[in-house]
C-alpha cells in the first residue's frame, strides 16, 4: 500500500506537534495486524456453546468486564487422586432444561469486588466457547448467575482480538463449531 503525504502544510501552519502525531498514529494503524485482519461484527448480545457438549447459551459481550463468568450451580472443590485441585459444577439450558455436570481441573481462585458488599471468591476453569466460528478455551469464573438476564459473561480477555463489539446490534450470529462428544 502506498500512501503520499505532504508536510507542507503542517510547517507553515506551525501545527508541527498536530501533524506528527497524526502522521505517527496513521503508521500505527496501517501496520498493526487489527489493519491487515478482518474481524466480525458482533452484537452485544450472542448465542454461544460451551463445553464439548455444546450447551447453547445467552452471553453478554462486555468488553467494561476483564474477567469472564458462567451461571454455575453445586459449585464444588475438592482434590482428585493426584492431590490436584478440581472443580464439579452443573450447567443449564433454560429453554431445553438440559443440564451437563461438569468436572474442571481448578485454574485459580479470584476475588472479584462487587458493586456492594465484600469481595467474592470464585474458582476459575477452562472453558470451550464457541462464539460464531471462533472456538476457543477461556478462563471462566464460576458463580450463580441466576439473577441476571444472561448466564454467560465474556470479557476483553476472552474477546481480545475475535470481533468488533457493536452495541446497537444483538444476535447476529449463530455458534457454528462441531459437536464433540459428552463431557
Same mark, same amino acid.
Given at each position: 500500500?502506498?500512501?503520499?503525504?505532504?508536510?507542507?502544510? /503542517?510547517?507553515?501552519?506551525?501545527?508541527?506537534?498536530?501533524?506528527?502525531?497524526?502522521?505517527?498514529?496513521?503508521?500505527?494503524?496501517?501496520?498493526? *495486524?487489527?489493519?491487515?485482519?478482518?474481524?466480525?461484527?458482533?452484537?452485544?448480545?450472542?448465542?454461544v456453546q460451551v463445553g464439548k457438549s455444546r450447551l447453547?447459551?445467552?452471553?453478554?459481550?462486555?468488553?467494561?468486564?476483564?474477567?469472564?463468568?458462567?451461571?454455575?450451580?453445586?459449585?464444588?472443590?475438592?482434590?482428585?487422586?493426584?492431590?490436584?485441585?478440581?472443580?464439579?459444577?452443573?450447567?443449564?439450558?433454560?429453554?431445553?432444561?438440559?443440564?451437563?455436570?461438569?468436572?474442571? *481441573?481448578?485454574?485459580?481462585?479470584?476475588?472479584?469486588?462487587?458493586?456492594?458488599?465484600?469481595?467474592?471468591?470464585?474458582?476459575?476453569?477452562?472453558?470451550?466457547?464457541?462464539?460464531?466460528?471462533?472456538?476457543?478455551?477461556?478462563?471462566?469464573?464460576?458463580?450463580?448467575?441466576?439473577?441476571?438476564?444472561?448466564?454467560?459473561?465474556?470479557?476483553?480477555?476472552?474477546?481480545?482480538?475475535?470481533?468488533?463489539?457493536?452495541?446497537?446490534?444483538?444476535?447476529?450470529?449463530?455458534?457454528? /463449531? *462441531?459437536?464433540?462428544?459428552?463431557?
Amino acid at each position: 500500500m502506498f500512501v503520499k503525504i505532504s508536510y507542507s502544510g /503542517c510547517w507553515k501552519s506551525g501545527r508541527t506537534h498536530r501533524c506528527a502525531t497524526a502522521l505517527v498514529l496513521l503508521l500505527l494503524a496501517l501496520s498493526s *495486524p487489527a489493519a491487515s485482519t478482518k474481524k466480525e461484527i458482533l452484537g452485544w448480545i450472542e448465542k454461544v456453546q460451551v463445553g464439548k457438549s455444546r450447551l447453547e447459551l445467552t452471553a453478554k459481550l462486555d468488553t467494561g468486564a476483564d474477567t469472564s463468568s458462567l451461571d454455575a450451580s453445586r459449585i464444588r472443590r475438592f482434590r482428585g487422586k493426584d492431590g490436584e485441585r478440581w472443580v464439579e459444577f452443573r450447567v443449564g439450558e433454560k429453554t431445553t432444561g438440559r443440564r451437563i455436570r461438569f468436572k474442571k *481441573p481448578l485454574v485459580r481462585t479470584a476475588y472479584i469486588k462487587e458493586h456492594k458488599g465484600p469481595s467474592q471468591r470464585r474458582s476459575v476453569v477452562l472453558m470451550e466457547i464457541c462464539l460464531g466460528e471462533y472456538l476457543q478455551e477461556v478462563e471462566v469464573t464460576l458463580v450463580d448467575r441466576s439473577g441476571f438476564a444472561y448466564p454467560v459473561l465474556l470479557g476483553r480477555n476472552a474477546l481480545e482480538g475475535l470481533a468488533i463489539i457493536d452495541p446497537a446490534l444483538t444476535l447476529t450470529t449463530e455458534p457454528r /463449531c *462441531p459437536v464433540e462428544e459428552e463431557e
